[in-house]
């Protein structure tokens, strides 16, 4: 099932997202979907720092912040050579 629908642009963004091939049925799915991963992660995080508070867990440092973010892509790039 799929649903049609009409969105309104400024010339310039859509001539730029044409031109990008971003106006596909496609890329618009990617997109869409990409972007609501990312609210759903945020929204979960935003859920949980009352329950890291409470629990009396000490804010990570930048460079703790980094690690952990390039172990997770190095994960992610591990999945997607093995698929």
Do not use: C, F, W
Not at 2 to 25: H, V, Y
Not at 52 to 76: D, F, H, Q, S, Y
Request: proline letters at 5%.
């Amino acid at each position: 099932m799929t649903t049609k629908i009409q969105i309104e642009l400024p010339d310039a963004t859509a001539q730029a997202a044409q031109a990008a091939g971003l106006l596909t049925p496609k890329m618009l799915d990617r997109l869409l979907s990409n972007a609501l991963r990312r609210q759903q992660a945020g929204n979960y995080l935003l859920t949980i720092a009352d329950e890291v508070a409470a629990a009396g867990i000490p804010p990570m440092t930048m460079e703790e912040i980094n690690a952990e973010v390039k172990a997770a892509r190095k994960e992610l790039r591990q999945r997607a050579d093995r698929h």
